[in-house]
């Protein structure tokens, strides 16, 4: 089945700084790629998501890539502000199951210093 | 448009114990899907529910079941409770069980903690 990794587990960064998270996945056949925000005591949020007939997508200071050939895909933070800090999650969604379940990350806790 | 609602948000129950957690999927929402996420970790797919059937299973036991009903709603039932179910308990609510290439955006409840003592 699908296994996707995450690095880096923890991340610390200036407040105004940049920050990558990066990704890799098994299955071929996945297709599609969000990535979660998860504040403490909170549900994960969706920050922005990409398929696989993409190769980027931009959502003002968020960027996610993907490499489909490579099975890489990576989130990019740029002019990192404090609340910024949290747990970030990737995700891959194998398909071709008949129902769809998302496939996680360990996660990366994200730590912005003002 | 009112979120994806859970209940109890914390709960602790005893080494072979019965619980249930309640969700309330996002309106317009027919799709429920039940992630178990232990401290730590990335939350992992339990099993999904659309149109009131199961329709998709991760690698747990039977002591884990759900229903939903026709309101969409759904609960997750856990039998037997071990030591090791301690975990934020997340529902998800989407518009469509997401088969082919219709993979589609997921909206997470806050969650249930449970703790297994």
């Known amino acids: 089945g699908e296994n996707v990794e995450q690095h880096p587990s923890t991340l610390s960064v200036q407040e105004g700084d940049s920050a990558v998270i990066k990704c890799t996945y098994s299955d071929s056949a996945s297709n599609y790629f969000p990535w979660y925000k998860q504040e403490l005591g909170k549900g994960p949020q969706l920050i922005i998501d990409?398929?696989?007939?993409?190769g980027e997508k931009k959502d003002q200071r968020i960027a996610v890539t993907l490499n489909k050939t490579a099975k890489h895909f990576s989130l990019h933070i740029t002019e990192t502000q404090p609340e910024d800090s949290a747990v970030y999650f990737c995700a891959a969604s194998p398909m071709n199951t008949g129902f769809q379940k998302l496939v996680f990350g360990t996660g990366t806790r994200l730590l912005v210093s003002p | 448009e009112t979120g994806v609602t859970q209940s109890p948000t914390h709960l602790i129950k005893t080494r072979g114990q019965q619980v249930t957690l309640r969700c309330s999927s996002q309106?317009?929402?027919?799709?429920v899907s039940w992630y178990q996420q232990a401290l730590g970790q990335g939350p992992q797919f339990i099993f999904q529910y659309y149109r009131e059937e199961e329709n998709g299973r991760g690698n747990f036991p039977p002591r884990f079941s759900g229903l939903q009903f026709p309101n969409y709603s759904s609960e997750l039932n856990v039998n037997a409770l071990e030591l090791d179910d301690s975990a934020l308990y997340l529902c998800?609510?989407?518009?469509?069980?997401?088969?082919?290439?219709?993979?589609?955006?997921?909206?997470f409840g806050a969650g249930s903690r449970l703790t297994v003592l």
């Open positions: 309106s317009g929402h027919n799709t």
């Open positions: 990409i398929r696989s007939n993409v």
């Open positions: 998800a609510s989407s518009g469509s069980r997401g088969t082919g290439s219709g993979a589609n955006v997921l909206t």
